[in-house]
Nanobody, 126 residues
Framework: QVQLVESGGGSVQAGGSLTLSCAIS????????WGWFRQAPGKEREGVAG????????VYADPVKGRFTISQDNAKKMMYLQMNSLKLDDTAMYYC???????????????????WGRGTQVTVSS
């Protein structure tokens, strides 16, 4: 069983920064992508950023482009999300996920088949 565990969430003032981390217990055949998704109260889960397993390709949702950076360290089985210039609208539960479907990577639609962490809360205040 593949397990993902997020960490690094917290409360921060608008304009501040946070770095989220995601630890994956093991790789399994077929996992090609992993990424970050978020869900605010009353809203659907949305894609934030994705990265190809080798790190050679990344994709970002428009609201976070230029502010967030996704990265990975395969040797450590870790993925990161550096979040800068945080806004009130960034407040959400953030989830990391690992999956194998290219269409979910390209579109940042939450994969229906894959592995998910339990989430870490990010709260941005004014």
């Amino acid at each position: 069983q593949v397990q993902l565990v997020e960490s690094g969430g917290g409360s921060v003032q608008a304009g501040g920064s946070l770095t989220l981390s995601c630890a994956i217990s093991r790789y399994t055949n077929g996992i090609n992508y992993w990424g970050w998704f978020r869900q605010a109260p009353g809203k659907e889960r949305e894609g934030v950023a994705g990265i190809y397993i080798s790190g050679s390709s990344t994709v970002y949702a428009d609201p976070v482009k230029g502010r967030f950076t996704i990265s990975q360290d395969n040797a450590k089985k870790m993925m990161y999300l550096q979040m800068n210039s945080l806004k009130l609208d960034d407040t959400a539960m953030y989830y990391c996920a690992a999956w194998w479907d290219y269409s979910n990577f390209k579109s940042l639609r939450p994969p229906s088949v894959g592995y998910w962490g339990r989430g870490t809360q990010v709260t941005v205040s004014s």
